[in-house]
């Protein structure tokens, strides 16, 4: 058995990674993020060693354009890919959107299943195929990198795809990507289905094929797998299988199943560091809200946990008569930074740049401001507390935050909790409000609606300890619905109803971005 990896060589056998959190990803229910929270992804994106970073879908928002244009121009090395749909202004937004970008590429793509024809494009299939020579030749007038996707190939015709793909391919779209968009097909089938495409399109081996598998029947990765062997040479995917529905394709997984297996996949290798994975997950399960299960494969807190004595016992005689992968390989305990209060700002802009966050002056004398804060209550601060508090600096962007300038909540057994709170605003007006509640967390939140006029239903909720100890640092997260709309928010202190607070606070301005900046395109992709 071998579960290092094999030197790579041969870059016919190379799999290209192509990134998709910051657009499948953020469409995931409830993810909104910033442009500060995506650029942060970015570049951890990059350090792990992406192929492709499809940065967001720029027609949808001017907050998604934006965050698209700061990321082209800001993160290098990489192709930063802007998505659109099959029409002039789709593309010409998408364009404009990677235009600084040192690599840039525009992904257009249309449905080609009858069912989408039929009962969400109504075209025929003669204008989706014009809609896609049109969308492809423009594209290329705007950047050299154009990527093709037939929206459910899984469930299409194939003779179709075929005709739609060669034609995608004659107007110079270098990959074409076919998607299972629901998640409908399994392993042996998808392969059938990609090689016949190879059969009735010979065009298609002089591209690069990539494949995008959804997670609705956890066949995501199979799938892809699938996909590659038989000559794929893309695979999309999201860190921590986030992305619409049950989710995308798990990059990490992928990678992994790249590194452990390589003797035995025939030479497919992939360029991702794979120490960089357990940080990546962390930050994008921090800024996304969305928490990983505890046996997620790979980046789950339990994924190299040894419970039972027997297990133990064998782990510790030779590691691999239980593990098939080293902790050590996808970032695990290598983050021994420990600061206290005592530690200056040399030091803890050094531990930073460790932990590979990059701040500007003022973030950095926001973030030790804060640092200081915590050590005095906690003592000691570990490069999670120090991850957990850094990523929580970077949810509050630009000046638009709401902040918490005070809260007190009292509980008795005999009376209903009570809280007040006084938040600020943007421009330092200053609200206070108070309310009771069934619980502590309830009367926060009416304290918090009668202060700023909000009107949030708190349909999720949870906190958990950053680290261990009782003197951990709590991170809470909340899900609500507000306006019609579901929004997330998350906060991390000291004192876990702080953090509730803050977290409700973010959700609510979450809601009101979204509203000033409304998505244009209704329902998803
Ligand atoms: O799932 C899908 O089909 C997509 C396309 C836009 C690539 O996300
Ligand atoms: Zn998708």
């Known amino acids: 058995m071998s579960t290092g990896p094999v030197q790579p060589n041969n870059d016919a056998d190379r799999v290209k990674i192509f990134d998709t959190t910051l657009r499948d990803g953020e469409q995931s229910p409830g993810i909104t993020l910033n442009t500060r929270e995506k650029l942060e992804i970015a570049h951890q994106l990059r350090r792990l060693g992406v192929d492709v970073i499809e940065a967001g879908f720029p027609i949808t928002s001017p907050g998604d354009f934006e965050a698209v244009r700061a990321i082209a121009n800001e993160v290098p090395d990489v192709v930063i890919a802007a998505l ?15 235009r600084d970008a040192s690599r840039g590429r525009i992904h257009t793509f249309i449905a080609t299943s009858d069912i989408h024809l039929e009962h969400k494009l109504r075209m025929s299939r003669a204008q989706v195929l014009a809609a896609a020579i049109a969308a492809v030749r423009l594209a290329r007038t705007i950047v050299d990198d154009v990527e093709f996707s037939c929206e459910d190939s899984t469930r299409s015709d194939p003779a179709f795809v075929a005709e739609v793909v060669a034609a995608a391919i004659a107007e110079g779209a270098t990959t074409i990507n076919l998607p299972d968009t629901v998640g409908y097909t399994m392993p042996n089938e998808f392969q059938q289905f990609l090689l016949e495409l190879y059969d009735r399109c010979p065009p298609l081996r002089d591209v690069t094929l990539s494949v995008h598998c959804h997670n609705d029947l956890g066949l995501a990765v199979a799938n892809s797998l699938a996909g590659v062997q038989v000559g794929a040479r893309q695979v999309e995917g999201c860190v921590n299988g986030i992305g619409e529905r049950a989710g995308n394709a798990s990059i990490e997984e992928l990678a992994m199943i790249l590194r452990t297996r390589a003797a035995d996949l025939g030479g497919l290798w992939c360029d991702i560091d794979t120490t960089e994975i357990t940080r990546a997950s962390r930050l994008v399960s921090r800024l996304t809200g969305y928490v990983i299960q505890p046996n997620k494969a790979i980046v789950g807190r339990n994924a190299f946990a040894h419970e039972a004595g027997i297990h133990q016992h064998g782990v510790l005689s030779n590691p691999l008569t239980y593990e098939i992968m080293d902790a050590t390989s996808v970032g695990l305990a290598r983050n021994s930074i420990v600061l206290g209060k005592h530690s200056g700002r040399h030091g803890f802009d050094h531990a930073l740049k460790e932990l590979g966050y990059e701040l500007d002056p003022d973030e950095l004398n926001a973030a030790f401001a804060r640092f200081k804060d915590i050590a005095d209550l906690k003592g000691r601060l570990s490069g999670v507390d120090l991850e957990a508090l850094v990523s929580d600096e970077m949810r509050v962007e630009g000046g638009d935050a709401l902040t918490l300038d005070d809260l007190a909540v009292t509980t008795q057994l005999s009376h209903a909790p009570h809280a007040t709170v ?23 939140m009416h304290a918090i609606d009668a202060a700023i006029g909000s009107a949030g239903v708190l349909l999720e909720y949870q906190v958990s300890a950053v680290t261990g100890g009782t003197d951990a640092l709590g991170e809470a997260r909340v899900v609500c619905e507000i306006d019609g709309r579901n929004y997330a928010g998350q906060g991390v202190s000291t004192d876990v109803l702080e953090a509730t607070a803050i977290a409700y606070l973010r959700a609510v301005d979450a809601s009101r971005r979204a509203s000033h900046g409304e998505r244009v395109m209704a329902g998803g992709v």
């Open 84 to 98: 659109a749909r099959a029409n002039e202004k789709d593309v010409t937004v998408a364009g404009d959107a990677v």
């Open 422 to 444: 006084a938040i600020s605003d943007a421009d330092g007006t200053r609200h206070t409000g108070s309310g009771t509640g069934d619980g502590p967390v309830n009367a926060l």
